[in-house]
DNA sequence: ATGCCTCAGCTCCTGAGA
């Protein structure tokens, strides 16, 4: 069994001991192992302050493309990473937000979508372009690579099942039908949304904002996506959101997803 | 309530996140 997971760590430089020590569980309870792949967002350091050297300590094979500051995104692999691609070729962003690689036949992408804000701001314009950006690249990526994994921050819910007060949210960021659209777009690709293929509960989120404890009252949002493409989705046998690390002293706002494949 | 919490940085406030 392969896993892999994606989780956004808001910070690798405070959040590495939590990734470290929770590369070393087995999240699915299943097997004996750790997950084999974990792509990382919100990274929010330069490439020269990445921790390589910790991580290849720890025998991991790593990608990383990270700026100052913000977004940020990393690959972290038990396998070597070939063909590394960073961000969407062709497509001018001075944000990093976009790293692939090829471990063992599967195409992974490990992505950080833009958040956009609001609905009348720039970035939500932003937003809108770079999603086009990602349908069309990810649309000719597929004749390449059939086999592939799109995973990350998709700052998008899919549904109101999604949403912790989908009235009151209704037509705001992440819950906008043009946000929808663009995802419905890459499902349209021939993608499977993986969390749903195993769990049809409402209330299961990957995101609770850190104010108004919002995750003990699990107000909260699911924003971070496993997509497995139509040629790899035989070989997918499960998925789920792993709480756990929400728990911790100091913790991501965000919890992994993992994805099992055969 | 253009806030609440957390993080980075031109750090004791501000911008951004979602």
């Not at 050297?53 to 500051?69: C, D, I, N, R």
């Not at 949002?221 to 709480?243: M, Q, W, Y």
């Amino acid at each position: 069994m392969i896993k892999l997971a994606t989780w956004n760590v808001n910070s690798l430089g405070v959040r590495l001991p939590q990734v470290l020590e929770w590369l070393s569980l087995d999240p699915t309870g299943l097997g004996e192992s750790g997950v084999d792949l974990l792509a990382i967002q919100e990274t929010k350091t330069t490439d020269d302050k990445f921790p390589l050297k910790e991580l290849e300590s720890s025998h991991f094979h790593v990608a990383f493309h990270g700026q100052k500051t913000y977004n940020g995104v990393a690959l972290i692999s038990k396998f070597p990473l070939e063909n590394i691609v960073k961000n969407i070729p062709g497509f001018e962003d001075e944000m990093a937000r976009v790293i692939s690689a090829t471990v063992n036949g599967v195409r992974v992408i490990g992505a950080y979508f833009p958040n956009g804000q609001d609905p009348q701001s720039d970035k939500f314009q932003y937003k809108m372009r770079w999603l086009t950006a990602l349908h069309d690249w990810i649309k000719s990526e597929l004749i390449q690579y059939p086999k592939m994994i799109l995973m990350g921050d998709f700052n998008i819910t899919f549904d109101a099942r999604d949403v912790w007060d989908p009235v009151k949210l209704e037509g705001t960021i992440h819950c906008t039908p043009e946000e929808r659209a663009h995802l419905f777009a890459l499902i349209e690709l021939g993608f499977t949304d993986a969390f749903r293929e195993f769990d049809a509960e409402e209330k299961k989120y990957s995101w609770w904002d850190y104010r108004e404890f919002a995750f003990k009252r699990n107000r909260g949002l699911r924003i971070d996506h496993v997509l497995v493409s139509n040629a790899l989705k035989p070989e997918l046998t499960g998925c789920f959101i792993d709480k756990g690390p929400r728990k911790n002293e100091r913790p991501s706002d965000h919890t992994p997803v993992v994805v099992c494949l055969k």
